[in-house]
């Protein structure tokens, strides 16, 4: 009762949700051969040290962090099924951007193409996508999504406390007239962003990818993820909540 939780995770640029339909994983999740998570914790290591620019300083307050803070990635594996025909493709969540990324290939090379399309540090949410890269991407369909931890070989409170706040969560936002998914909203059949903003700048892009997350509908949608872990074990029940800053804005007018 006594430990700081206030500001004791680092800050992080970017933080992603790799598909694996599980609840728990091996102890390190990068370890684990062969998976998106390996692969992308090498290539973030290897690509993402050359980008990183100059220590940020002069935060306002502890624990309060611009995005451009820092330029960690933070690798997570989730509950979700892939929303891809082909199983060996992954379906991610990266946040803060608040957007799916499918069709990634569980390999070097697709770990690369994801990173350099979507995860770049240089770059804002409509990311760059490659030409010729089968990646696709769609808004998140979300007003807000809830992480759970239940790495039961990280830390087995966590696995025991995630289905319980899962039930809880779901029991009150019903309530309250919230519709919860515990799996991703197949939006595989929509136009992806990549259609959309063909041929237009970048500048243009971050304007449209911004202008979508406004337009989302009004309706409560959560999705309630269960993942890996992400830190702060020792304050069990671990949970992250995720809601869409446009939505945010909305209440506050209401």
Known sequence: MD???YGSVKPYRRQVIISTGKYDWDSEITDTKGTLAAHLLHVNDTL????????QNGRKSRGIFEQSDAQRLSILNGSHNTICDDPTK?????????????QVPRSQEGAEHFWDDSLDPSYGRAGVPQEKSELKSWVLPYSCVIMLCSHKRRDKRCHITAPILAETFTQYLEKEGWEVHTQLEDVSHTTPLEMTEAGKSQEEKEE?????LKTLPDEHKVLIVRTSHFGGHKFAGNCVVCILPSYMA????S
């Open 250 to 253: 909305r209440i506050s007018e």
């Open 208 to 212: 449209s990818f911004i202008a979508h």
């Open 90 to 102: 992954e379906t991610v969540i990266v946040f803060p951007d608040f957007k799916i990324v499918a």
């Open 3 to 5: 430990s700081d939780m």
């Open 48 to 55: 993402g040290a050359a980008k990183k620019g100059p220590k």
